[in-house]
Nanobody, 126 residues
């Protein structure tokens, strides 16, 4: 069983900073790409940033230069450093990861499958 856990989130004033983290746990063989999405009320979930297993990154145009995605492969954790936050960025932030899991029943590697964190609320006040 694989799960992603996102502690953190919270309330911050416009122009402030916040750091999100997301840790994967369970029977993990390897993790490919990891990413962060956000979903504002009444809107679709959209990609914020993504990072491959070798560290290549991709950002939504709206966050370039302000957000930084990183990962610690030893800890199976992905981070999102958010600076200069804007009120319009209030949303639930979700992490996702493409994970190859290890099946101990038949000693095989399965996947990759896409897993999601439970989401964490980020509120930016004006």
């Amino acid at each position: 069983q694989v799960q992603l856990v996102e502690p953190g989130g919270g309330l911050v004033q416009a122009g402030g900073s916040l750091r999100l983290s997301c840790a994967a746990s369970g029977s993990i063989f390897s993790i490919n790409a990891m990413g962060w999405y956000r979903q504002a009320p009444g809107k679709q979930r959209v990609l914020v940033a993504a990072i491959t297993s070798d560290g290549s990154t991709n950002y939504a145009d709206s966050v370039k230069g302000r957000f930084t995605i990183s990962r610690d492969n030893a800890k199976n954790t992905v981070y999102l450093q958010m600076n200069s936050l804007k009120p319009g960025e209030t949303a639930v932030y979700y992490c996702d990861a493409h994970i190859n899991s290890f099946n101990r029943c038949n000693w095989s590697v399965e996947g990759p499958l896409n897993y999601w964190g439970q989401g964490t609320q980020v509120t930016v006040s004006s």
